[in-house]
């Protein structure tokens, strides 16, 4: 029956929603109107939650976008990478480990995707020729996560392919956030789906690495989803219609967006499914939009939000967080709006993941899943940071998608950004996250708080030694160094430029990067192309230096030291034709005279000498700045271009410098040591004091315990 | 005796033998502030002349986490050197205890450092001993009995369909760890006890007596033993929210929570000795 259902719905769903092949039936389809994008996908996807199998149909209309004549299509058969230990993944995934197993499922737990059938419209069937390829070099060889189709005949520019794949898939359990645990499933990454074709250079179409995520085009979806009947639904897109099979027991939904690049759904008959308006209106005041168009420098129609139909699929064990995960859900709906333009979907899904279905915190067009506990933390910013982060994806990968595997900085840095900014906005600081045995330890004890920047900035200063932000992703030294330098460097590069470019430029250009490149693929150049035009400067060198390079970025005071000037130097002078030995007994007598003449407080030659630690170094005229502090309360600001490793700066004043301070605004917020950043003559503070009785106070706890083992 | 009757005593017996505490005391204090030092002196090294020093915060995460990376190279080094200076103080404490339970079991005789030096001496190769077998139960119960619990739990752990069973085992499993050392930590002090009380020279018949002792009275012993535990945890609490309230600025703020940190210390000593002493009053009042 449930077969019958879906060729059912096949032949129904082509010839409504697609509309019929074009005549000839072979690859010559017509291109896409205007606007459309060069892709459309209609599938039919039928859950089988005993067998945990995915049995599906798939169309696919390409339109060669390109002047390059296309004989081949590839392919990505995510699903493959947790078939086996050969896969890319699993052999990265036991490297990064080191363990031979490491990673990998238990048996009977493997998941895999099949291609039984895959034709072009006309009926020749390509199944024949498909084959797996390791794009990403031959050390990737026994992966199956990337298949390659050979069309009878190139794809000419312009012209489209009409694709009919038939697949089956089994559901992993639980690994890369897809899969499932008991009746709960978590689908992500599941159907075939085209690599992106980049003029001249072919199908970018990497295999399925440990440390990546992906890339794909922008599409037209139509996706059939049938769950048995009780099954509560949660998809990418719109939900246009749904139909009950009675003698099946099962009900089929169906759902469409456009201009989209990815497909996601969840099914589980324990969520718990709640709707809400984000009415842009009672949301946003009409002061936030003045200063938000005045800031942008855009008229107001364009900062404008539309409303939005919010959806909650929460776990009932998380009943109480309702409000929680909607409050966060608005101010990001409105911040990124704000800033980067308006949500252009009518529809966001947000889901509580199921239990160990291991699919927390991720990001797919129009749905994203987020993730709590059942003991929620009150002053910690979650479940809200893996909310303002998962819906801002919708943004930096929805929306302006970069190459995730290439630039996954490009999405995950300027996300991370981002959410920094949202959540201070909405919330402040949040304290530090900890637990204990499941129970958070702000119940109990007065944590930090924090701002996002600020962890962002520890975790990323020392990720320089490994790699560069920019490396491509499966190529960084470890998980630790992808993960550092992707989302807590970039973020921490983006805060610095912030800092240094400043109103209005700095709001002007990631508004002016995320509208130009929606819809749009856009890498790092292209990024730096919207930073020289709106800044109008060239900011390359911070790009080549920070972005591109592996040099540690530290300037400080290395001293601040105040002599005074003598009133009458000592040796011999020749003067009007005479000469004179100052001896120190004259000095000393003229000086004492000086004094009691009342000649003022004498003059002090203060020497602050700078230091340029790191080995990264400024460039394109950005210079940092000095402050230097005196006793009588005077100022003095100097400017560094910070080329050579140290400069001497010299005064001479009437008081002794107190302190000397590089950077006092904190422009420069990569800097890796902020402690050498001033120095000031004179002892300990007292934070410093209080900062030490208490770790002597822990270390006499250590020791007491220590001792109760006795 | 009954459970209140015994630790009342024992404070009693605390209170006039305190000079206990002033030795363990300034034991703990010196030996903290030589292994201190290194740390202090990367806190001096870093922040003295900085502004950072003005502003810093005890878990301030901005300067933790880059000190922590700026010297990560020597943190291996100072963690080993603590780690050895905890177990040398662990030994340490092996010996102290002959002083501990040696005066406070000598009801008529004083608590002077060399009468307390010279029980430490008397008892050190038996509590030495005692301690070695302490060791053996306390890897029995960690590791096989937990091993054991963690095995039963498991399976209803993997099987579970929301998060809260998962979390209510793991919280079990952690209670019932600490129950099982609360007891084991019981049977180690009432053979100290009977090793002093009774003049036992062998260690294992000073078990004995003590398993004999608890056998006949472990509930009203345990009860004795958790009140304590107890009493710990709300002084733990009322020492917290206090030094919560030490906070502001001036010299005074700083100096009050360096007593009252100080006071929580002497306060863990002295429950460390009312242990011993409640115990020990609770095991004469039932002679072996």
């Known amino acids: 029956m449930r077969a019958t259902g879906l060729s059912a719905c096949l032949l129904l769903g082509v010839s409504l929603v697609l509309g019929p092949p074009a005549a000839g039936g072979g690859q010559a389809e017509s291109p896409p109107p205007a606007g ?22 798939e169309e696919i209309i390409w339109t060669n976008p390109t002047q390059d004549a296309v004989p081949d299509m590839l392919l990505h058969l995510y699903w493959n990478a947790f078939k086996n230990e050969a896969s890319v993944y699993m052999r990265e995934n036991a490297a990064e480990t080191g363990l031979l197993r490491g990673g990998s499922p238990e048996d009977g737990e493997w998941g895999w995707i099949d291609v039984t059938d895959i034709r072009l419209a006309d009926g020749s069937d390509l199944r024949p020729a498909l084959t797996f390829v390791t794009p990403d070099g031959p050390e990737t060889e026994g992966d199956q996560t990337v298949a390659r189709i050979l069309f009878p005949a190139p794809v000419q520019p312009g012209e489209s392919v009409h694709l009919r794949l038939e697949f089956k898939s089994k559901i992993p359990r639980t690994v890369a956030r897809s899969g499932y645990y008991r009746d709960s499933f978590f689908i992500g990454q599941w159907y075939p789906k085209p690599g992106v074709y980049e003029e001249g250079k072919g199908w970018n179409c990497h295999a399925y690495h440990l440390n990546s995520e992906f890339f794909a085009d922008f599409a037209d979806f139509v996706v059939h989803i049938t769950v048995p009947t009780g099954f509560v639904l949660g998809s990418s897109g719109k939900a246009a219609e749904t139909r009950t099979d009675q003698a099946a027991g099962t009900t089929t939904t169906t759902y469409r967006q456009a201009m989209v690049h990815d497909f996601a759904w969840t099914a589980s008959p324990r969520y718990l499914k709640i709707e809400r308006d984000f009415v842009a209106d009672r949301e946003v005041t009409a002061k936030e939009y003045d200063e938000a168009a005045a800031l942008l420098g855009l008229p107001l129609e364009e900062v404008r939000l539309p409303d939005v139909k919010m959806t909650l699929l929460i776990a009932p064990e998380h009943k109480g967080q309702i409000e929680r995960h909607f409050r966060a859900l608005r101010a990001a709906i409105k911040f990124y709006g704000l800033w980067y333009g308006p949500y252009p979907y009518e529809t966001v899904t947000m889901v509580d993941p199921p239990f160990r279905t291991g699919s927390g915190g991720m990001e797919y067009p129009t749905l994203f899943t987020a993730g709590t506990s059942v003991l929620p933390s009150r002053n910690v910013l979650s479940p809200e940071g893996v909310i303002v982060h998962e819906f801002g994806h919708g943004y930096w990968y929805g929306l302006v998608a970069s190459n995730e595997f290439e630039a996954a900085w490009l999405d995950e840095g300027f996300n991370t950004y981002s959410t920094g900014r949202v959540l201070a906005a909405a919330y402040g600081p949040g304290a530090l996250s900890a637990r204990f045995k499941g129970w958070p330890l702000d119940w109990f004890l007065r944590l930090p708080k924090i701002f996002d920047f600020e962890t962002d900035r520890v975790a990323a200063i020392n990720v320089v030694r490994y790699d560069p932000v920019t490396a491509w992703s499966w190529k960084f030294y470890d998980r630790m160094s992808y993960g550092a ?29 995320a509208t130009r490149y929606r819809f749009r693929h856009p890498t790092k150049a292209d990024f730096a192309a919207v930073v020289n035009e709106i800044a109008g400067r060239d900011m390359t060198w911070f790009f080549d230096e920070l972005f591109e390079g592996t040099r540690s970025f530290d300037y400080g005071v290395a001293s601040v030291a105040s002599v005074k000037v003598p009133v009458q130097r000592r040796g011999v002078f020749d003067a009007g034709g005479a000469r004179e030995e100052w001896t120190t007994e004259k000095v000393e007598a003229f000086e004492a005279a000086a004094a009691e003449a009342g000649d003022g407080p004498g003059r002090y030659r203060t020497t602050v000498v700078l230091r340029r630690y790191g080995e990264a170094r400024l460039g394109g005229g950005d210079r940092v700045e000095a402050v230097v502090r005196f006793e009588d309360g005077t100022v003095e600001t100097r400017t560094w271009d910070g080329q050579g490793r140290w400069a001497r700066l010299e005064f001479v004043k009437p008081a002794r410098a107190v302190s000397a301070q590089i950077d006092p605004r904190g422009v420069w917020l990569i800097d890796e040591d902020l402690a050498n950043n001033s120095r000031r003559v004179g002892g300990l503070r007292r934070n410093t004091v209080k900062l030490m009785t208490q770790l002597l106070f822990a270390v006499q706890c250590v020791l007491h315990f220590f001792g109760s083992w006795s | 005796m009954g459970v209140i009757k015994a630790i009342l005593a024992g404070m009693g017996t605390t209170i006039r033998k305190a ?34 020093g003005a502003s810093v915060r005890p878990l301030d995460p901005m300067w933790l986490g880059e000190a922590v990376l700026e010297h990560q190279e020597a943190l291996p080094a100072i963690a080993a050197s603590l780690a050895v200076f905890g177990l040398f103080y662990l030994a340490l404490h092996v010996f102290l205890y002959g002083g501990i339970v040696g005066r406070l079991l000598d009801r008529e005789g004083p608590a002077t450092l060399p009468a307390f030096a010279g029980d430490c001496g008397r008892y050190v190769w038996r509590f030495a001993r005692l301690f070695a077998i302490a060791l053996v139960f306390y890897v029995l119960t960690l590791g096989v009995v937990m091993g054991l619990v963690s095995a039963l739990f498991r399976p209803l752990s993997e099987s579970a369909v929301t998060e809260w069973l998962p979390f209510i085992l793991s919280n079990l499993h952690l209670l019932i760890a600490l129950l099982l050392l609360s007891i084991v930590h019981m049977v180690v002090d009432y053979t100290r006890i009977a090793v002093v009380a009774d003049a036992e020279r062998k260690v294992l018949k000073a078990l004995r007596h003590a398993l004999t002792f608890l056998k006949k009275r472990f509930w009203r012993a345990w009860a004795i033993y958790l009140l304590i535990v107890l009493g710990t945890i709300v002084g733990a609490v009322v020492f917290y929210t206090v030094l919560g309230l030490l906070g502001g600025p001036g010299v005074a703020p700083l100096a009050a929570g360096l007593v009252w940190m100080q006071a929580y210390i002497l306060f863990r000593i002295w429950i460390r000795t009312l242990f011993v002493a409640a115990q020990a009053e609770f095991y004469r009042s039932h002679p072996y």
């Open chain 1, 485 to 513: 330098n992707v989302y807590m460097r970039a973020a921490t590069l983006l805060n610095t430029l912030e800092r240094l470019l400043g109103e209005p430029a700095w709001p002007r250009i990631m508004r002016t990067y």
């Open chain 1, 36 to 57: 459309a994008p060069g892709l459309r996908y209609e599938i039919w996807i039928e859950l089988d939650p005993d067998g945990k199998m995915l049995l599906g149909k």
């Open chain 2, 19 to 52: 000079r206990i505490l002033v030795i363990l005391y300034v034991v703990n204090l010196v030996f903290a502030v030589i292994a201190a030092v290194p740390l202090l002196a990367l806190v001096r090294a870093d922040l003295e002349h900085s502004f950072l």
